[in-house]
């Protein structure tokens, strides 16, 4: 199934290690639409990684450029992989919100740490125990849920991933 531009964008959500980025870029190959990683587009435009960001501009200023290049990319990409904390930006949720193709990709939290743990490029996740994460993870799946269109376990393969979108999209 080729999948029709009033279906586009498709914006993955869902916390991180979740596998955004590896099902936003295989959806993008096999169907042969424009892709972006939300967070590698802002270190791009920035001319810093997103712990330096962090680091230079706090959270909030984060978050702030975060909503910026979404908007943006939204008239840019037919398929969008967000950051997980993208629904911590009261501007950038409301966004997401008006898009009828929000993607909430989610596992077990414990498939997500051994994912995560002690990458130095999740400033969110760095130090954290496991039962730290799940506290985060817990105060944001409400925000997931409110804006997904749909809710796929990322535990699966990717072409798994991808068949369950796929049928979820051609019923639409």
């Not at 990319?73 to 967000?82: A, E, G, N």
Request: hydrophobic fraction near 35%; proline fraction near 2%; charged fraction near 25%.
């Amino acid at each position: 199934m080729k999948l029709r531009n009033a279906q586009l964008p498709i914006i993955f959500v869902g916390f991180m290690g979740t596998g955004k980025t590896i099902v936003g870029q295989y959806l993008s190959d096999l169907q042969n639409l424009s892709y972006v990683d939300l967070d590698e587009y802002i270190e791009v435009n920035e001319c810093k990684s997103i712990p330096e960001i962090f680091s230079n501009k706090g959270e909030h200023g984060f978050r702030y450029l975060e909503s910026k290049y979404l908007t943006e990319c939204f008239d840019s990409f037919d398929v969008i992989s967000t950051g997980g904390g993208i629904i911590e930006n009261s501007t950038s949720l409301e966004l997401l919100k008006r898009q009828n193709y929000v993607i909430w990709l989610d596992c077990d939290i414990d498939i997500i740490y051994r994912r995560i743990v002690n990458d130095p490029h999740r400033p969110n996740a760095m130090n954290k125990t496991l039962e730290q994460l799940k506290a985060l993870y817990s105060s944001r799946i409400s925000r997931y849920n409110e804006i997904a269109f749909m809710k796929v376990n990322s535990a699966l393969t990717v072409s798994e991933i991808y068949q369950e979108i796929i049928n979820e999209l051609s019923s639409d």
